[in-house]
C-alpha cells in the first residue's frame, strides 16, 4: 500500500506570449510560488521533476532537470526530466506522487512549462505532428488539427454534434477565463461572432473543415508547479491540504485507423476507470473537471469516455448550460486550454494547481461551491497517452 500524497503549494507564470521571458525563467517563476504558498523551505525539498515536450527543439535546452535545480539552489536534489508529449505534466506529476506515496521521498517539487510563442506556427505544428504514427499518419502530412477535424466529422455524423456547440464550449471556458489571471486568452466570445455568418466567416475562419479558429487551443508560453508531500505531514505545512486521492494512466493505438471505434477514447475510459477506483469514488461524486480541450470536440468526448456523461449525450449537457461554473458538472473552470493556454509540459500541472485551488476554496470569481472532489484529463497523442486524476479537499 502506498501512503497518501497531499498538495501542500502550487504556483503559475503568466500564461501567455512571454517574449519577457526565458524557458527557465517563467519555471523558476512557477517554482518559487510553490514553494511559497506551502510555506515550506528549499531544504525541505527532496526531489525535483520538470516536465517539458519542446525545451532543446524550441528553447535549445535540455537536461532542464538539472538546470532547475541549479537555477534554484536545490543542489545536490535529485532532478529528472519527464517528457510524455502534452501529457508530460501529468507524468511528472505522476512520477513524484509515486515517489512520494513509496516513502523514497517526503517533499516532490512538480514543475512543467514551455515556450512556444516565439517560434512560427507552422513549425510547432510539425514538432506536434511528430506525435504520430510515422508511417500511416506522419509521411501522409497529418497533423494533430487534421485529426481532430476527422474525429469531429465522426462525432457530429455519429451523435448530432452540432457547430453550435463548439462554439457554446468556446465561449464558455473563454468566459471562464476571464476570471483567471494566468489565462492566456482574456477575450470573451459571442455566439454571433463565431458561429453565425457572416460574422463567423471574418472572426473565426476554418482551420480544418468543420473546425474554426475558436475550436482550437493557443500555443502558449507558461509555467505550472505543485509541491506533495506525504498526507500525513501535510499539516505542517498548510491548514488547507489537498489530497491526491487517486490516478490512472493508458495507452491506445497509436493510428486512429487501427482503432476499433475511433470516436472512442479507450485510453481515457481506462485511465479515469483507475482513478475512480484508486479514489473509491465514482463520476457521479466529482464536483468540477478540468479536461484537455486542446479542440472543442475533446471537452465533449473526454467528458463522456471519463463517465459523467453516456456516449453522444454531452453536447446536449453543454446547451442546456450543466458544464457552465454555476452548473451541475462545471467543466474547464480555468479556460480549459482553450482559453488559459497550452504550453504543453505545464498543461497537465496546471490542471492539477486548478484542482487544488478549487479545492482550497481559492479561485475567487471562478469558485465552484461546495467542492469536495475534482478530475482532471491530461490527453497525450490524439488520445494515446492519457492520465487522469482525483484530488479530494482536506
Do not use: W
Not at 22 to 48: C, F, Y
Not at 129 to 134: D, G, L, N, Q, R
Request: glycine share 8%; proline share 5%.
Amino acid at each position: 500500500m502506498m501512503r497518501e500524497v497531499a498538495v501542500i503549494g502550487y504556483g503559475m507564470s503568466k500564461f501567455g506570449r512571454r517574449d519577457d521571458s526565458t524557458l527557465m525563467d517563467m519555471l523558476r517563476e512557477a517554482s518559487t510560488v510553490a514553494i511559497k504558498t506551502a510555506g515550506a523551505e528549499k531544504g525541505d525539498i527532496d526531489t525535483l521533476y520538470v516536465a517539458s515536450m519542446l525545451s532543446g527543439e524550441l528553447s535549445k535546452q535540455t537536461a532542464i532537470g538539472t538546470a532547475l535545480a541549479d537555477e534554484l539552489s536545490l543542489l545536490p536534489v535529485p532532478a529528472d526530466r519527464i517528457e510524455n508529449g502534452p501529457a508530460s505534466g501529468a507524468s511528472a506529476v505522476k512520477q513524484a506522487v509515486l515517489a512520494v506515496g513509496s516513502e523514497v521521498y517526503d517533499l516532490a517539487l512538480v514543475v512543467g512549462g514551455e515556450k512556444m510563442r516565439h517560434a512560427p506556427s507552422n513549425e510547432v505544428a510539425e514538432l506536434l505532428a511528430s506525435m504520430t504514427h510515422p508511417t500511416a499518419e506522419y509521411v501522409q502530412g497529418v497533423t494533430l488539427p487534421s485529426l481532430a477535424a476527422m474525429f469531429a466529422m465522426l462525432y457530429m455524423q455519429r451523435y448530432g454534434v452540432e457547430r453550435k456547440h463548439l462554439s457554446l464550449i468556446a465561449i464558455k471556458n473563454h468566459r471562464n477565463a476571464l476570471k483567471n489571471p494566468h489565462a492566456h486568452l482574456h477575450r470573451p466570445l459571442t455566439l454571433e461572432g463565431i458561429y453565425s455568418l457572416p460574422e463567423a466567416e471574418v472572426n473565426n475562419p476554418v482551420v480544418s473543415e468543420p473546425l474554426r479558429l475558436f475550436d482550437c487551443c493557443p500555443i502558449t508560453d507558461g509555467a505550472a508547479s505543485v509541491l506533495l508531500c506525504p498526507a500525513e505531514r501535510a499539516n505542517e505545512f498548510t491548514d488547507e491540504p489537498v489530497t491526491i486521492a487517486g490516478f490512472g494512466q493508458a495507452t491506445d493505438s497509436l493510428a486512429l485507423q487501427d482503432r476499433d471505434d475511433p470516436t472512442v477514447l479507450q485510453a481515457v475510459r481506462k485511465s479515469s476507470d483507475k482513478a475512480f477506483q484508486m479514489a473509491g469514488v465514482t463520476p457521479k461524486d466529482i464536483d468540477f473537471a478540468e479536461l484537455h480541450d486542446a479542440f472543442t470536440i475533446l471537452e465533449i468526448a473526454e467528458s463522456e469516455d471519463a463517465g459523467f456523461f453516456e456516449k453522444g449525450t454531452a453536447h446536449k449537457a453543454v446547451e442546456e448550460g450543466v458544464t457552465e461554473l454555476d452548473g451541475d458538472l462545471p467543466i474547464n473552470t480555468s479556460g480549459g486550454l482553450k482559453a488559459r493556454g497550452h504550453p504543453v509540459g505545464a498543461t497537465g500541472v496546471a490542471q492539477i494547481v486548478e484542482l487544488a485551488q478549487q479545492l482550497r476554496g481559492e479561485a475567487e470569481e471562478r469558485q465552484v461551491a461546495d467542492a469536495e472532489y475534482g478530475y482532471s484529463c491530461n490527453f497525450g497523442g490524439f488520445g494515446n497517452n492519457v492520465l487522469s486524476f482525483v484530488l479530494r479537499r482536506g
